[in-house]
């Protein structure tokens, strides 16, 4: 009897599974999370050279001691938010996490603005070699998370298109939250430009 069902209805179960589209739902699941993995392989790269950049320029800011306490506050608050690609499914920790990455790069962009001030700073060797490393991993990081929407908008389409979605609500696979969705109000808002000189002798 087990013979019978390993030679019978297991092939059929296979050519049942695979035509109701539960092997696509599987495959582009599967990529959902490797391109989430892949982003956060940028991220990672991203806060490992944070220290380094904070330390390159700690010699020559005198005045901006604040830029780089926002620095190392935003890299420490990246550090506290731990995700994975098993838990994209949960949208308060994903908004934390771009809360967190997003007060990260606003800080970096502070501190590049503040350096062109130093030109012993820009002169430093190292501290040339780390913007262009950053450079290079802010451009990953931008190329990952397109790769990620991407995804995440070829696994929707197919967990919402007939008939795949019965598929889909059998097997229990949802839609999943694209990046930035839950910050798109912040995203579409339109910039604050202010033209001030910063107080003589003020950190």
């Known amino acids: 009897m087990k013979r019978l069902f390993l030679l019978v209805v297991l ?8 035509g109701c589209g539960y092997n696509d739902i ?7 999370k490797t391109a989430w993995s892949q982003t956060l392989n940028q991220y ?45 499914e949960n949208p308060e920790l994903m908004a934390r996490f771009e809360q967190a990455q997003g007060q990260l790069s606003s800080a970096l962009s502070r501190l590049i603005a503040v350096s062109e ?3 012993q700073l820009k002169s430093d060797g190292l501290f040339r070699d780390l913007m262009t490393q950053l450079e290079g991993t802010e451009n ?6 397109r790769r990620y929407v991407q995804a995440v908008q070829d696994y929707n389409l197919i967990v919402r298109q007939f008939p795949t979605l019965i598929t889909a609500k059998i097997f229990g696979y949802q839609v999943k939250e694209n990046y930035g969705v839950s910050k798109q109000d ?6 604050e430009v202010k033209f001030s000189l910063p107080e003589p002798g003020k950190p």
């Open 11 to 18: 092939p059929c179960l296979s050519v049942l599974l695979a």
């Open 140 to 145: 990953r990081i931008a190329t990952e998370r």
């Open 26 to 32: 599987q495959r582009l699941d599967e990529q959902v």
């Open 186 to 191: 912040e995203i579409t808002r339109d910039p």
């Open 44 to 88: 990672e790269r991203r806060a490992e050279l944070v220290p380094k950049l904070v330390n390159s320029v700690n010699a020559y800011m005198v005045n901006e001691r604040a830029v780089l306490t926002q620095v190392t506050e935003a890299r420490a608050k990246v550090g506290s938010v731990q995700i994975s690609a098993n838990d994209l």
């Open 117 to 119: 001030n130093y030109p």
